[in-house]
């Protein structure tokens, strides 16, 4: 069964950094493609950035510049550096699959910029 745990959310002033990460278990970690997402209540899920088990990464344009995607294999983790934090970053932010991603999503790590 497939276990998403993300972690390391928080409030946070604007221009302040985060560190997000996502531990997953019950897949076989290192050939799966990982991304992170984020929803915002009444709005649905969108994509932020994605890394490939050979380590291939893309962004959303709206974080290009300031975030950045990582992966342990050894740890079955996927991290999300984020820095220069907006406002319009505030959401829940969700780790799974990519692409692809499993029907059964984590809990999220909610993420508060205040401005």
């Known amino acids: 069964q497939v276990q998403l745990v993300e972690s390391g959310g928080g409030l946070v002033q604007a221009g302040g950094s985060l560190r997000l990460s996502c531990a997953a278990s019950g897949i076989t970690f290192s050939t799966y493609g990982m991304g992170w997402f984020r929803q915002v209540p009444g709005k649905e899920r969108t994509f932020v950035a994605a890394?490939?088990?050979?380590?291939?990464?893309t962004y959303a344009d709206s974080v290009k510049g300031r975030f950045t995607i990582s992966r342990d294999n050894t740890q079955n983790t996927v991290y999300l550096q984020m820095n220069s934090l907006k406002p319009e970053d505030t959401a829940v932010y969700y780790c799974?699959?990519?692409?692809?991603?499993?029907?059964?999503w984590g809990q999220g790590t909610q993420v508060t910029v205040s401005s």
């Open positions: 799974n699959r990519h692409p692809s991603p499993y029907d059964d």
């Open positions: 890394i490939s088990a050979s380590g291939g990464i």
